[in-house]
């Protein structure tokens, strides 16, 4: 048995004030400690009445939810959807404003060439994140390779249809009411401005290189 749960709520990778002045700290405290909070003892509370899926990681119950019994499917994938979208959310920001960073990186080359420029890409993934009808996510993944953008309801994600997911933004009203009020599109360029490029690029080139080494 492996040691997945009980799951814990591992700390932000930076002070709860870090993101300032573009996200709050006030928000991001409420954000972690309280809306993920909630996803993580609700899904341990889940896993503890289901035994047989503690053995897994979170990736893998997000995969595996469609095989289970019908009552077992909803709380399981909103459950460990929270954890996993939260986390992949916060460690997706950092500190400083660095803007787009360098543009010499695998990423860069790849959103260059099916965006035109970064800075079309950003155009796209905010009319994505802004499109979000209610509360859920806009993710940018790679489809072997290939950059997509999509978005997702509630706490669904995209992990079982690309497993190579790059960014998400979190565009429940939580993720920014206190300090953006109802003004998503505000808080989508402020989220732009905290986007850890470097982590992005990682996640990017992990599976790249795993999946598609460059015949050229
Ligand atoms: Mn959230």
Redesign the pocket.
Known sequence: MNHYYPFINTPLPYSYDALEPFIDEKTMHL?HDR??QTYIDNLNRFLEENPALQMYSLEEMLILWRRLPCHLQAPLRNNAGGVYN?RF?FNGMKSKDKGFGTTASPLFEAMTCQFGSPENFKKQFKAAALSVFGSGYAWLVSDGGRLRIVTSSNQNTPVLHFRTLILNI?V?E??YYLKHYNMRAAYIDDWFRVVNWSKAGERFSRRWRKENSPLL
């Open positions: 954000h809306h993920l939260h959310y979190d429940w939580h993720a």
